[in-house]
């Protein structure tokens, strides 16, 4: 059984930092690529950042120069640290497994980010 659990969301002022996990089982960590997500009421749900198996990561321009994503193989882990939040970026933020070249892809239950300024 797949299970994707994150945790470190919640409440945190405009300028903070926050630092979200994400913990894995039931995959092969290291094969899949990670990714974060966020969504908003209404809104689709949005990439803000991505790290491949091999390590390649990407960023939503919003979100560039402000989060980090990170991944420790060993503890099957994935992470987002996020600098410099602002309002814009409260959402729930949701991580997500999938491996290249196959059906494989998973979501976590989603972490509540709320930013006040």
């Known amino acids: 059984q797949v299970q994707l659990v994150e945790s470190g969301g919640g409440l945190v002022q405009a300028g903070g930092s926050l630092r979200l996990s994400c913990a894995a089982s039931?995959?092969?960590?290291?094969?899949?690529?990670m990714g974060w997500y966020r969504q908003v009421p209404e809104k689709q749900r949005e990439l803000v950042a991505r790290?491949?198996?091999?390590?390649?990561?990407n960023y939503a321009d919003s979100v560039l120069g402000r989060f980090t994503i990170s991944r420790d193989n060993a503890k099957n882990t994935v992470y987002l640290q996020m600098n410099s939040l602002k309002p814009e970026d409260k959402a729930v933020y949701y991580c997500?497994?999938?491996?290249?070249?196959?059906?494989?892809?998973?979501w976590g239950q989603g972490t509540q980010v709320t930013v006040y300024s």
């Open positions: 997500n497994a999938n491996r290249r070249g196959y059906y494989d892809n998973y």
């Open positions: 039931g995959i092969i960590f290291s094969y899949n690529d």
């Open positions: 790290i491949t198996s091999g390590g390649s990561r």
